[in-house]
């Protein structure tokens, strides 16, 4: 049986990748997110090929040994897998709740890394992980200190990660995209008006990316950062030094 496993599938970018891999030869995506009533109504709207709801807080252990017990069970051939799931904190380190920015790390940092470990036995040639990352990657990010390393320990992750699996010829790809209009800023508490820097940014659409995004990993790109403003920014992360890119970088 060959699968898809997507992430945080419940909304935003989640659901353009669940419409977007409907196009593969594959027979089920497993959707995972907590709302099980909003990834069933986007299965039922949305699939074309079989699927599976598995509503489960990925940050809890329990959830990953009920994954892992389910791969253990079915054996399935996971063609791709969308490390998805993630939300930001904003604000300066010693404004933050606390409790919120570990449970941020928890999600984006630590259950992105036992979701990949778990299910990279079950993959095979040609499987693909795409890990959604941001441009707040390039950078560290003041205001947003967190969540902008979380992102750099994605990139980091997936870089040395697809260079281990090379043999396997297995690939992945890091997702970099800027600002796109999903439940992430609300979530996040960042309302218009609370960062000019964001507020300019140029949007990313979800649909798009996530578009670009699987193309790009079928074709075994490391990382894909769409609109050419954000690759211009990817290009100059590189370049320059970033005691003054940071400047320019905060939110
Ligand atoms: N939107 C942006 O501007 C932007 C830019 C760059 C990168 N990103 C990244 O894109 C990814 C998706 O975010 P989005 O923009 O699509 O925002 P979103 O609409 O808020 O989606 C976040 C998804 O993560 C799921 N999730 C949150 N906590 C979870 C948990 N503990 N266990 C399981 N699932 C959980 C949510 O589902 P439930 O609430 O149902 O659990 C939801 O499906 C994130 O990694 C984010 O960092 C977003």
């Known amino acids: 049986m060959n699968i898809a496993i997507i992430t945080g599938a419940s909304s935003g970018i989640g659901v353009e990748f669940f419409k977007e891999i409907q196009n593969e030869p594959l027979d089920e995506v497993w959707v995972i997110a907590r709302r099980e009533k909003s990834l ?121 990660l697809r260079h281990e699996l090379k043999k396997r010829k297995i690939n992945v790809t890091a997702v970099c995209p800027g600002p796109m209009a999903t439940d992430f800023f609300n979530i996040a508490g960042v309302q218009k008006g609370a960062s000019k820097k964001i507020d300019s940014l140029p949007m990313c659409d979800p649909h798009k990316t996530a578009k670009g995004a699987i193309k790009s990993a079928k074709r075994g790109r490391a990382v894909y950062t769409p609109r050419l403003f954000y690759k211009g920014c990817r290009l100059l992360a590189k370049v320059a030094p970033h005691r003054i890119l940071m400047n320019l970088a905060k939110a």
């Open 40 to 160: 069933t109504e986007i299965c039922q709207k949305y699939a074309k090929i079989g699927y599976r709801v598995l509503p489960m807080d990925i940050t809890n252990k329990e959830s990953i040994e009920k994954l892992s017990k389910l791969l253990e069970a079915e054996e399935p051939c996971i063609k791709f897998l969308f490390n998805n799931a993630g939300f930001g904190v904003f604000g300066a380190v010693n404004t933050v709740d606390y409790v919120r920015q570990s449970q941020m790390i928890d999600l984006n940092v630590k259950s992105l890394t036992e979701i990949t470990s778990i299910t990279l036995k079950y993959m095979d040639r040609g499987s693909c992980i795409i890990n959604t990352s941001s441009i707040a990657s390039f950078v560290p990010n003041a205001r947003m200190a967190s969540y902008s390393a979380s992102k750099s320990y994605v990139q980091s992750f997936s870089i040395a």
